[in-house]
């Protein structure tokens, strides 16, 4: 990663990853997700640049959510469109 990219792993500490991404971020969280919980989600969206925002999927443990991430695709296309104007 620091060769490629020039970026040291303790610089990719979430929260001031968040805090220096630039491009506003899209959060993606299970309803019955226990890593980022909604007071987790609110810090982090709290520190995120603006214009981010975020997805909660219901009935979803964290360590599952690749598995709806091809359901997903249109609400996040729609939002990265709105919110990025790309796409």
């Known amino acids: 990663m620091e060769e490629r990219h020039g970026i040291h792993w303790d610089e990719l500490v979430t929260e001031d990853f968040i805090r220096n991404s630039g491009p506003p971020i899209y959060f993606v969280r ?6 980022c919980t909604p007071s987790v989600e609110r810090a982090l969206l709290n520190k995120a640049p603006e214009g981010s925002g975020g997805l ?3 009935r979803v443990p964290h360590e599952v959510l690749f598995l709806v991430f091809n359901e997903l695709k249109e609400s996040s296309l729609k939002w990265f469109h709105h919110t990025m104007g790309v796409l």
């Open 56 to 58: 909660q999927v219901a």
């Open 30 to 35: 299970g309803g019955r997700d226990t890593v």
